[in-house]
């Protein structure tokens, strides 16, 4: 096929599509060029279904290389390793709004990649990403049931922002990725400062309306372009058998759900349920495949329908609770005694320990990429042991589910952090999952705040996070406050949402369907809002405010100011008086090149003593003040001496006394104190020191063999 190229213009700027000229033996393919910023997105499917699964096997990379900005890999291995955590996150963006758009029993492995070839200094390449990713799977044989648009909404002062370049989402108070249909809005991911949630709903109303057009276009395009899909086989149900399914399940559902107010006993008893159910139709000792795989569905529909209906028309949900009921909070901070900062954050049964660790200025994370490099001076992590759902797994490296769920909650307290110039820490969180049912990452957010503030910190408000729900029936909706696993699994929406009184911080939307309009969004956000302030008070009730003090075992941090030019007299020849002062001390010190000098001690006494060294090294050497100072060379021409450990003069054999000039044996030797004043300070620093004047004429001068000169 010859390059064909689809352009569309959204809010001012064209987004370019090419095909039909690389990758040509992949399912479907597009270069994407905006401005200088340009991805390659590649969709490819396996040509066989896999067996013995129920779920879609997509898988969504997303590669930065760094020769797109011009850049060579640091360290030892000059190759791109594995994914960062960047990669990883943008990875999860696209893949999100993709996976609900694909039909029931497509099994088909699907693999997009999308590779960034070009990066220039405006235009974030994800967006571009995510749209390349829709084209080329709408391009490919995949059966997808799109395509989706995405764009990115800013917003400065008033304005809203499509598409904002790196500067404006710095300096904006939002940054909220959007992504949908021509019909309905599929997910959202925001970052935002604050912001009420009513300017939430009208930015995603503002971006969906240029989303209509790209996904429209990309429509448009595919039909003529794409390749003929792939017919998806639906497994055959006959309606006699789902009819006599639910007339013996659904008694027996409400039974359990009635008796089990506990996740393991719920799930052991519906197990339970179930293999009776397929034992019925399957004597023991016999096998057959299809009409298992056909049993097991048949039952996880009636139970998937009885629970939504039940939701739906009696307003009660699995454990009981009504559709805004919270469930029981318990709360704890200062659990564990040698930790800087602890808090313990229980919401029925997810349970999560949020513990904070204070470290100086030069601890922070150094951020490498195809942006500018930046250091992070605040870190969240997440992880989720197997225990935490009673399971044995072995433990691996970070699952990218735990570095998304970690990166959310960072995003959420991120506004609230103090600057550096308030308070001079590194602050790294480190929330531990001690038991999972449902929304562990917005009980990370609550456990953040509570840590943060256990450990002194002194954030701007409190955060608190809840996960919304949602039953979408063709007559109507409800929305659930406080999903728990099984609603998760069973409901149409998980959707979280962490913020302060003021305004929402941090804001993440997944569909299980094709998606929803902001009349259902604006209610979620409203009940969210009414949830998040009884659990803020819930919290404020344990600790109000943050500690007047970090905790005794955390660093005291000293900051100082000294002029850029004397940056240099702090670290000396080769670093030799910053390694005197670490070594005697036992202190980090970080200096900026403002001049701005961060001591980190273990301790108080240990810090000022190593302020006071810093203040000897910086002090200026006054013209006409009297040093006792010490020889540090002999030369043939006069003494190099020592006024303080960073400053030395020179004295000259003929600013010496008269009597002891003329004989250098007379001189001192290395090491002694002599008297001297200084005489002068040139334009460069060089300092000019004389004895003339220190002691009266008429008494013969003559020197003392301890270094001194005396009358």
Known sequence: MEKKTLEIEVAGKKIIFETGELAKQAGGSTLVRMGGTVVLAVATVSKEPREDIDFLPLVVDYEEKLYAAGKIPGGFYKREGRPTESE???????????????????????????????????????????????????????????????????????????????????????????????????????????????????????????????ARKIKEFASVYGKEKIEVTPLEIEESMLEEAKKELEPKIEEILLKAKDKKEREALLDELKEEFVGKFIPEGEEDKELEKKLKYIFKKVLKNYVRRRVFERKIRVDGRG???????????????????????????????????????????????????????????????????GEVKPLRAPSRREIGHGALAERALLPVIPPEDEFPYT????????????????????????????????????????????IKEEDGFVVLTDIQGMEDALGDMDFKVAGTEKGVTALQMDMKIKGIDTDILRVALSQAREARMYILKEMLKVIDKPRDSVSPHAPRVIVMDITPEKIK??????????????????????????????????????????????????????????????????????????????????LHVSQMPASTAKNPKLWPKVGEEIVVKVQRVDELGRITLTQKGLFPEKERNTHNRRGKWRK
């Open 88 to 214: 990883i996150l943008k990875s999860r963006l696209i893949d999100r709004p993709l996976r609900p758009l694909f039909p029931e029993f497509f099994y088909n492995d699907v693999q997009v990649i999308v590779t960034v070839l070009s990066q220039d200094k405006e235009n974030p390449a994800d967006i571009l990403g995510l749209n390349g990713a829709s084209l080329a799977v709408s391009l490919s044989n995949a059966p997808f049931e799109g395509p989706i648009g995405a764009v990115r909404v800013g917003k400065i002062g008033d304005r809203f922002i499509i598409n904002p370049t790196f500067e404006e989402i710095e300096n904006g108070e939002m940054d909220i990725v959007v992504a949908g249909t021509e019909e309905n809005i599929i997910m959202v991911e925001a970052g935002a400062k604050e912001v009420p949630e009513d300017v939430i709903v009208d930015a995603l109303e503002f971006a969906h309306e240029e989303i209509k057009k790209i």
């Open 323 to 389: 559709p805004k009921d919270v469930r029981p909070l318990y709360i704890k901070v200062g659990f564990l005694p040698y930790a800087h900062g602890s808090g313990l954050f229980t919401r029925g049964q997810t349970q999560v320990l949020s513990v904070t660790t204070l470290g100086g200025v030069g601890e922070g994370q150094l951020i490498e990429g195809l942006e500018e490099e930046f250091t992070k001076r605040y870190m969240h992590y997440y992880n989720f042991p197997p225990f935490s759902v």
């Open 427 to 470: 602050i790294r969180v480190v929330s531990e999952v001690l038991e999972s049912n449902g929304s562990t990452s917005m009980a990370s957010v609550c456990g953040s705040t509570l840590s943060l503030m256990d450990a002194g910190v002194p954030i701007k408000r409190p955060v608190s996070g809840i996960a919304m729900g949602l």
């Open 569 to 650: 007299d702090v670290i000396g020849p080769q670093g030799k008086f910053i390694k005197k002062i670490i070594e005697e001390t036992g202190v980090k010190i970080d200096i900026e090149p403002t001049g701005t000098l961060y001591i980190t001690a273990p301790d108080m006494e240990s810090g000022n003593k190593a302020k006071k060294m810093v203040e000897e090294l910086t002090k200026d050497v006054e013209v006409g003040r009297v040093y006792l100072g010490k020889v540090l060379s002999v030369r043939d021409f006069g003494l190099i001496v020592e006024l303080t450990p960073s400053k030395d003069g020179l």
